[in-house]
């Protein structure tokens, strides 16, 4: 079959891996890679209809609140210290203003915005993800299909934190990034990295391939390419470090692995450690300004 690139519509493109979905349906599924462009994106990839099913699972870490048990009281502890390097990623040299997430969950990241004194605008397709967000932040949480309508350079600060992996149609989110952003506004995107350590050393089992919720799959190369001939200039690149152990964790409960959180700890330390020379993080943010 054919595949065209999601974002360059290049049909030159070769497989990547081979991999099932090994979170949720143990479906197969593969990842090409754009020969024109470098974009990693996933196939077959499920239409809107079909995208939810794959959405559907109890451990779905990222809308659970209150969980007990030792791995989701760790997960609570160590996103509590990743929202504060988030908070300082985002707003370094930054006035208060307007900030809008998109992809923003229970509202974890907008809670504390919220409390530094920005008004807050949330995005959530989870419609479970989003009543308690809009409990927690008193104030209603849009679709994924209200992008479209909010005003013209009305932001000063758009974040996706793990989100556009996600995305269907990266041209259109995109035209709407640029659009919302005011002009020296700012866009926080913090993606997966394929050319991490832990990517190379996992490789079909890696967790953050997470086929096929991540229809796309980047690195720092991709996203230049991506955003070239955008209003958007990469101005910084930073890192979540605690990404490389948690996936790291997650890749071993995938190979069925005894320990699969001492091991995983033990693969997400060395994955920093390379990462301080090669800069591949498990996870890199990539910081824009709007020209
Ligand atoms: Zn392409």
Same mark, same amino acid.
């Given at each position: ?17 081979? =991999?099932?979905?090994?979170? !949720?349906?143990? @479906? /197969?599924? %593969?990842?090409? *890679?754009?020969? $024109?462009?470098? &974009? ?96 927690? =932040?008193?104030?209603?949480? !849009?679709?994924? @299909? /209200?992008? %479209?309508?909010? *005003?013209?350079? $009305?932001?000063? &600060? ?134």
């Amino acid at each position: 079959m054919n595949y065209k690139c999601p974002w360059c519509g290049s049909e030159k493109a070769q497989i990547h891996l081979w =991999l099932k979905d090994e979170f !949720l349906t143990q @479906e /197969d599924f %593969q990842i090409y *890679e754009c020969k $024109s462009c470098g &974009l990693l994106y996933t196939e077959p990839r499920p239409n809107k209809e079909e995208i939810g099913k794959y959405y559907k699972s109890e451990a779905y870490y990222s809308h659970q609140e209150n969980k007990k048990g030792l791995i989701p009281r760790l997960y609570e502890a160590v996103k509590s210290i990743n929202l504060k390097t988030k908070y300082n990623l985002a707003t370094k040299g930054m006035q208060k203003g307007k900030v809008l997430d998109i992809g923003c969950g229970v509202g974890d990241f907008l809670c504390i915005m919220d409390k530094q004194g920005w008004e807050t605008i949330g995005i959530e397709p989870s419609k479970e993800a989003k009543e308690i967000a809009e409990k927690r =932040l008193n104030h209603k949480v !849009l679709k994924p @299909e /209200d992008l %479209q309508n909010l *005003e013209t350079q $009305s932001q000063d &600060l758009i974040t996706m934190w793990h989100v556009l992996e996600h995305v269907d149609d990266l041209k259109e989110e995109i035209h709407q990034i640029e659009r919302i952003l005011k002009p020296k506004g700012r866009l926080v995107l913090a993606l997966p990295n394929f050319k991490s350590y832990d990517s190379q050393f996992y490789n079909i089992h890696w967790a953050a391939y997470d086929v096929p919720r991540h229809l796309n799959h980047f690195c720092k190369e991709s996203i230049v390419k991506i955003f070239k001939n955008s209003e958007l200039e990469l101005v910084n690149t930073d890192k979540l470090g605690w990404d490389a152990y948690y996936i790291s964790y997650m890749s071993e409960t995938f190979k069925h692995h005894r320990l699969p959180l001492l091991r995983g700890a033990f693969r997400g330390m060395i994955s920093n450690c390379k990462a301080r020379k090669s800069n591949e993080w498990s996870s890199r943010v990539y910081i824009f300004e709007r020209k």
